[in-house]
């Protein structure tokens, strides 16, 4: 019987799509062997992992080469001419894939072409699939869906498309998985989804990976396509935008680290549309733009090297305080960690276990599962009761003042670095100004971020025409890219809707003023103001104090290094009684005019409770890429082009001049916009 007439030769046309910096510029059209119907479910174990063999006869049942041995190229062949799903196991060792051939799509020469349904496992001790640096590992073609679990996967060299490991259009799901070193001449060092492929990495890491001529130097996720990331590391890899994820499509991440980018080589570790937060995640920048309260931005995670730290595969460890130790979200944390170890520990010994963030478990005393249940959110990435502090929007008093301020930050005696917001007062009516101050307290201290609550009725934060809070950071400190925002996403700070649902009041202001390139490293000076805001007084507020209440301080030096013990001291608003009409009047009359805004108040919240919605979205200057959200990114980008002289098409939304150059003015306009009508939150 010939080789043909055993195998199922059916073929079908597969559009390979990928893009380029633009958008999807190349296709291009093979053919692919699909797998055979009705033949059983295998289970293939590799006992060759030093010759790089094509099986003798693929889709007979048998992994064979013509060695009689069983090589992981010819488990694959044999798997995809079977009906699935199906099992390989592959010894410890190394696996090199030697056989040259760009382009081919059966698995006989160059990647591993997967057209089914099939799970890779690696041994116990460790699994490394490496190339000879001519092809990227897998390619795996849709509706295949692939398990990739215990190995290494490193030196893939992409020169066809996107994916210098993988290229996705199935569905992937890797756990306890190490990428390193891999390499695309487009997009996605490591992993690139394509077409609509499907993405989900469990306890895996990534480093070392690059796309140096494109984006996405760990994962590349465009339109159409989908990834989630739960207890994932993601550190050193590079590219020219999005070190770690360059995404386009819907991604959802979880007790997720994403870290150190390469400032020569790109703008951060996130680029494109704004990735989903279901909590606890990590950034040492800020243009993931993570939005929960425990995730934690411009923060250093303290890892380690890559190294063996036990377990079939290296890692990553997390160093003594590290935040990512225990600051994982325990609701669908995995039993494991990448190496094996159990999850949650009580890493940092507070006698409290909880899921570390990122691919590694802190050692630590190991608890039953069910001890810290009652202390979780029961929803998967619900946001922390401190993000959005409570304010009184009644009748203010003094009583009333004082409780809604946390007294653990405006009371104490700072003891570390600190901000402190100043009071204001004024009149109903007035628009007065409020200024945080850092006191250094000896540390030194390059970046901060923090959040402030305040009133949305009686004593909002001002906001610019273009909705963006009237906020300006000190220019003597020499921070050219702060940034400001009102929270929750999509609020609006006057009341008027922008979209048609009812409107959602602004009551907290994320401030960041932050270092993003060396030229931004020097210590702020102790003592500096370094942003001041102003606020519009309603005409209609009663007399009273309001709070200005600070929360998620976070003091960096010049590595991004949280500096410990950073605290806040809470401001506030003063409103003053106005004048009376008749200044004539006996001094008599005085205090009783002076003592009624009792009534004003009670009358006051109940007229302002259902704004009046409105009205349309202004158009995002500098929103590069379309999607109505200017990123930290694409404000990098307009930067770039106009201190380099580069051709405006780079972004055409932010060349309003139409002159095919970004000029300053151009810059501040996309700044001052950024937040306009776009979902942002740091």
């Given amino acids: ?25 190349a296709a291009v059209v093979t053919t692919v062997c699909l797998r055979a119907a009705g033949a059983a479910a295998l289970s293939l ?44 196991t592959l010894p410890a060792g190394t ?42 590992v897998f390619d795996i073609f849709p509706p295949a869906t692939v398990v990739l679990t215990k190995l290494t996967i490193q030196n893939g060299r992409a020169q066809d498309g996107p994916g210098g490991a993988i290229r996705n259009a199935g569905t992937l799901i890797i756990t306890a998985t190490t990428l390193r070193n891999n390499r695309s001449q487009s997009d996605g060092g490591g992993i690139a989804n394509v077409g609509s492929g499907t993405l989900q990495l469990i306890n895996t890491t990534l480093s070392g990976n690059t796309a140096p001529n494109g984006n996405g130097g760990g994962i590349f996720n465009p339109l159409n396509c989908s990834m989630v990331l739960s207890n994932v590391t993601l550190s050193g890899n590079s590219a020219m935008a999005g070190t770690s994820l360059d995404n386009f499509g819907t991604a959802q991440l979880r007790n997720t680290i994403v870290a150190n980018s390469t400032p020569a080589t790109s703008s951060g570790n996130c680029h494109g549309s704004a990735v989903t937060s279901l909590g606890h995640n990590i950034d040492t920048g800020i243009s993931c733009l993570f939005s929960e309260g425990s995730d934690l931005d411009l923060a250093n995670p303290l890892l380690g090297p890559l190294q063996n730290n036990g377990g ?55 608890f039953p599962t069910s001890t810290p249940s009652n202390t979780l ?78 009133g949305s009725f009686n004593t909002p934060i001002a906001s610019l025409s273009n909705g963006a809070p009237d906020c300006t950071a000190d220019p003597s400190l020499g921070r050219r890219f702060p940034v400001f925002v009102f929270m929750p996403p999509q609020c609006s700070p006057t009341g008027q809707s922008l979209t048609d649902a009812e409107p959602v009041p602004c009551t907290v202001l994320l401030a960041a003023v932050i270092a993003l390139s060396p030229t931004d490293f020097d210590p702020i000076p102790d003592g500096s103001t370094l942003y001041t805001c102003r606020v519009n007084i309603s005409p209609t507020a009663p007399a009273g104090e309001y709070p ?8 960096s030096d010049a590595h991004g290094t949280p500096v410990p013990g950073a605290t806040g ?66 404000l990098l980008t307009l930067v770039q082009a106009a201190l380099l002289g580069l051709d405006a098409r780079a972004c055409p939304a932010g060349d309003l001049s139409r002159v095919s150059q970004i000029t300053v003015v151009e810059i501040l306009t996309a700044v001052n916009r950024a937040v306009d009508t776009c979902q942002s939150a740091l």
């Avoid at 200005?548 to 003091?555: A, F, H, M, N, R």
């Avoid at 008599?588 to 009046?612: H, M, N, R």
Wanted: glycine share 10%; aromatic share 2%.
């Fill in 45 to 88: 174990v590799v006992n060759n992992n030093i010759a790089d063999l094509p099986d003798a006869l693929p889709g007979d049942g048998v992994c064979a080469t013509s060695a009689s041995t069983c090589t992981l190229r010819a488990a694959i062949q044999e798997a995809n001419a079977s009906a699935g799903p199906d099992t390989i």
């Fill in 95 to 136: 696996v090199t894939l030697s056989l040259n051939g760009i382009g081919e799509d059966q698995a006989a020469t160059g990647d591993l072409d997967i057209v089914g349904d099939v799970t890779v496992v690696g041994a116990d001790t460790g699994s490394i699939i490496n190339t000879n640096g001519n092809d990227r």
């Fill in 1 to 25: 019987m010939t080789m043909a007439s055993r195998t199922t030769t059916l073929r079908a046309e597969r559009i390979r799509g990928w893009r380029w910096s633009g958008g999807v510029t």
């Fill in 548 to 555: 200005l209440v600070i929360s998620q301080i976070v003091l």
């Fill in 377 to 454: 959110s029961p929803t998967v990435g619900s946001p922390t009761p401190t993000s959005t502090p409570t304010l009184p929007t009644a009748t203010p008093t003094a009583t009333e003042a004082t409780t809604a301020m946390p007294t653990a930050t405006a009371t104490n005696v700072p003891i570390g670095p600190s901000l402190a917001l100043s009071t204001a007062i004024g009149m109903p009516g007035d628009q007065v100004s409020f200024s945080a101050t850092l006191s250094a307290a000896m540390s030194t201290v390059v970046s901060a971020q923090n959040k402030v609550a305040f």
């Fill in 569 to 634: 001291s809470n401001g506030k608003i003063i409103v003053l009684a106005p004048p009376t009409a008749t200044p004539t009047e006996t001094p008599t009359a005085t205090p009783s005019d002076t003592v009624t805004p009792t009534a004003t108040a009670s009358a006051t919240p109940s007229a302002t409770l259902t704004p009046t919605p409105s009205a349309t979205p202004v158009p995002c200057a500098g929103d590069c890429n379309g999607n109505q959200q200017v990123t930290v990114d694409e």
């Fill in 312 to 366: 079939p595969t290296a890692t990553f460890a997390l160093l003594t305080g590290s935040p990512a130790i225990d600051a994982g979200d325990d609701v669908g944390c995995p039993a494991t960690d990448q190496r094996g170890q159990p999850r949650p520990t009580d890493g940092n010994n507070d006698g409290v276990p909880g899921c570390d963030i990122g691919a590694y478990e802190a050692p630590g005393t190991v």
